[in-house]
């Protein structure tokens, strides 16, 4: 929450939940941060796989798909790592699609 609040990005706006049935009906692209997330989603919803993407795919230059690392329960270095890490991913996501 301190990274969130360094960053003037309303906390309210933030809620962590599973990601359900529907969520992967509405989506045209899931995101996750880590290949794992990616394995879960398509045990479960194989139909999902021609929409997941690595966040990492759009933080590295080479289009490596790095994890992006929890950093729950690590320290606030961790933390402000992951933001900006996510920051990089979406800026350079938006990039692509235009």
């Given at each position: 929450?301190?990274?969130?609040?360094?960053k003037?990005?309303?906390?309210?706006?933030f809620?962590?939940?599973?990601?359900?049935?529907?969520d992967v009906s509405w989506a045209?692209?899931?995101?996750?941060?880590?290949?794992?997330?990616?394995?879960e989603i398509?045990m479960r919803w194989?139909?999902a796989?021609?929409?997941?993407?690595?966040?990492?795919?759009?933080?590295?230059?080479?289009g490596?798909?790095?994890d992006v690392a929890?950093?729950y329960?690590?320290s606030?270095?961790h933390?402000?790592?992951?933001?900006?890490?996510?920051?990089?991913?979406?800026?350079?996501?938006?990039e692509t699609q235009?």
């Amino acid at each position: 929450m301190a990274v969130l609040e360094e960053k003037k990005i309303p906390l309210a706006a933030f809620e962590s939940r599973r990601i359900s049935e529907e969520d992967v009906s509405w989506a045209d692209r899931i995101i996750v941060m880590e290949k794992a997330h990616a394995g879960e989603i398509m045990m479960r919803w194989p139909e999902a796989e021609p929409k997941l993407d690595l966040m990492g795919r759009y933080i590295s230059l080479d289009g490596s798909a790095d994890d992006v690392a929890d950093p729950y329960g690590r320290s606030p270095y961790h933390y402000r790592l992951a933001q900006s890490q996510i920051q990089m991913g979406i800026k350079n996501f938006i990039e692509t699609q235009v």
